[in-house]
């Protein structure tokens, strides 16, 4: 309407104003930002729906010529007349449809890279097959670093999402803020892989991907808290493919039900995808339910880097790989070929704990140092460790600590504790290390760079978890003696259990404070690692 008779409709007395009134009151209504982005908002609206109004006309105009031309050959093939009816109506359409026609190139030519196959390492090809003809619509995918599960996984779901344009998409984390960088990020890479990143918007800014000639959308969404998950409602059609990765993380059978029941109201009709390193304890509860799935017969599917081109993962990949074999089989059969090596519920399982001698620290030199803040009741904690690569080696052989210690404090008992002679019999020398530290607290950081201390942020966001697995695959030797707060959280420590009684895939918070120091003292060796076994380019 114009804006005088919307405001008379909206607000009916006002048919009793005089005109330029009722023009006044109706144009500084309309100036209002909301109702400005409100009407623009309907405007667009009413614009999409012209367009699937059109898109209806053409194909009753198609449908209309395909008839004609029929009637046109069966009159003519009987009587050898024209049924000039039919042969009009086919006219008229088929003018009608002229300007939407396309050469028989353009038609063969496909809407996205045809050889779909060549992206996907040999062991995926079944899996693929088995899910696109929707034989199996819930698909368990376990794999070590390099395996391309979730390559895969990306690639299956914007496939699905091109071949039906009625359907959209849901990809589905334990935490919110790993998303970005790992499935989304895996998503964008999927879209340019297959060669339609044209036709998606990709913002930085929402986790949400649309394609522009559809409107389907490709949801993203955290569930810290499963009690709050909300479904999600598409504008039209509905959620045709779910990926959930990292898979282990979640709390149980129970609690993975439970969130996709909510974001997907049921969810009966989507083809359903779980991505997840197997957890390094067999008694986790994903261990246990894949077991339990292959004993009642179904199919549980796995990969390794091995089942995939060794120039998708490069030279230096390959012999990482191998390196690690031979130094550390365990540590290799766990992240590569993403086997469950250790037992029970402990987070710690391949720690010694013994004696560190004067003699072994007056040859350190590769030592690291950190700490973690804190002041009641939580303390703060400093541990300094000998780092040996070759052999995959920590030696952690001093600690500090205590509550209600300031910064200034902090500092002169972490010099203290770096101070010793730089040769027998020589004057005692305060070493500045570096301290890789909690990064809660850049103010305190500050004060004990000003105190002489080379105190620096660990950068531990996202990477809790990838952290403590980096500790238990190596050796950790800790000094008992020297570390004893250290060595009774490391004793203590389990990984935690459902109300079920399940072991789970995550670490409780809490009365690991110098764990934490000593996570933060090699954070810079678990993101390096992380960055390299990354999905490679192109893989």
């Given at each position: 309407m114009s804006q005088r008779k919307a405001y008379i409709e909206a607000y009916p007395t006002a048919a009793r104003w005089k005109p330029e009134t009722v023009d006044s009151k109706a144009s500084h209504l309309m100036a209002d930002?909301?109702?400005?982005?409100?009407?623009?908002?309907?405007?667009?609206?009413?614009?999409?729906?012209?367009?699937l109004s059109r898109a209806r006309l053409l194909q009753r105009l198609d449908c209309l010529a395909d008839k004609s031309a029929k009637v046109i050959d069966k009159v003519y093939d009987k009587d050898g007349r024209i049924n000039f009816n039919a042969a009009d109506a086919l006219i008229k359409s088929t003018k009608e449809l002229l300007p939407y026609a396309e050469d028989d190139a353009e038609r063969n030519e496909a809407p996205f890279v045809a050889d779909f196959a060549l992206l996907l390492a040999?062991?995926?090809?079944?899996?693929?097959?088995?899910?696109?003809?929707?034989?199996?619509?819930?698909?368990?995918?376990?794999?070590?670093?390099?395996?391309?599960?979730?390559?895969?996984?990306?690639?299956e779901l914007v496939y699905t999402l091109e071949r039906n344009p009625d359907q959209h998409g849901l990809v589905m984390m334990r935490y919110k803020n790993q998303i970005r960088d790992s499935a989304y990020a895996q998503v964008v890479w999927a879209i340019h892989a297959l060669g339609v990143q044209d036709d998606y918007d990709l913002p930085d800014?929402?986790?949400?991907?649309?394609?522009?000639?559809?409107?389907?959308?490709?949801?993203?969404m955290g569930c810290d808290n499963p009690n709050k998950v909300k479904g999600v409602k598409p504008p039209f059609g509905y959620i045709g493919f779910v990926w959930v990765e990292e898979a282990d993380m979640f709390r149980g059978m129970a609690e993975i039900r439970k969130v996709l029941q909510s974001a997907t109201r049921g969810g009966a009709a989507a083809r359903r995808v779980f991505t997840f390193n197997p957890p390094r304890t067999k008694a986790c509860w994903i261990n246990q339910e894949m077991e339990r799935r292959r004993d009642a017969g179904e199919p549980v599917y796995s990969s390794t880097y091995l089942d995939v081109p060794a120039e998708w993962l490069g030279e230096q990949f390959v012999q990482d790989a191998e390196e690690l074999k031979r130094i550390d089989p365990q540590a290799y059969d766990h992240e590569y070929m993403g086997l469950p090596v250790g037992l029970g519920g402990d987070v710690f399982d391949r720690v010694d704990f013994r004696e560190v001698t004067d003699e072994e620290i007056a040859a350190f030199d590769n030592i690291r140092c950190g700490q973690d803040f804190g002041w009641w009741p939580d303390p703060w904690a400093f541990?300094?460790?000998?780092?040996?690569?070759?052999?995959?080696?920590?030696?952690?052989?001093?600690?500090?600590?205590?509550?209600?210690?300031?910064?200034?404090?902090?500092?002169?008992?972490?010099?203290?504790?770096?101070?010793w002679p730089d040769a027998e019999g020589g004057e005692a020398v305060c070493h500045?290390?570096?301290?890789?530290?909690d990064d809660a607290n850049p103010q305190h950081i500050a004060a004990q760079r000003a105190e002489g201390v080379d105190a620096r942020a660990a950068g531990k966001g996202g990477l809790r978890m990838n952290s403590y697995e980096w500790l238990a695959s190596i050796d950790w030797v800790i000094d008992p003696v020297r570390c004893p707060r250290l060595a009774k959280e490391v004793r203590e420590m389990q990984y935690e259990q459902n109300a079920d009684g399940e072991w789970l895939n995550s670490i409780p918070d809490g009365n690991d404070h110098w764990v934490d120091a000593a996570r933060y003292s090699v954070m810079d060796i678990v993101r390096r690692g992380r960055k390299a076994y990354a999905t490679p380019e192109g893989a």
């Open positions: 930002a909301k109702v400005r982005a409100r009407y623009e908002a309907l405007q667009a609206e009413a614009a999409k729906q012209a367009v040999p062991s995926f090809l079944e899996p693929h097959r088995i899910i696109q003809r929707e034989e199996q619509r819930d698909m368990w995918m376990a794999g070590g670093r390099g395996s391309t599960k979730s390559s895969w996984a990306s690639l800014s929402t986790l949400r991907i649309k394609k522009r000639s559809t409107g389907q959308m490709i949801y993203f541990v300094a460790s000998e780092w040996r690569p070759g052999e995959r080696m920590l030696l952690t052989y001093a600690e500090d600590g205590g509550n209600k210690l300031q910064p200034d404090e902090q500092a002169e008992r972490i010099k203290s504790a770096l101070t500045r290390l570096r301290v890789l530290s």
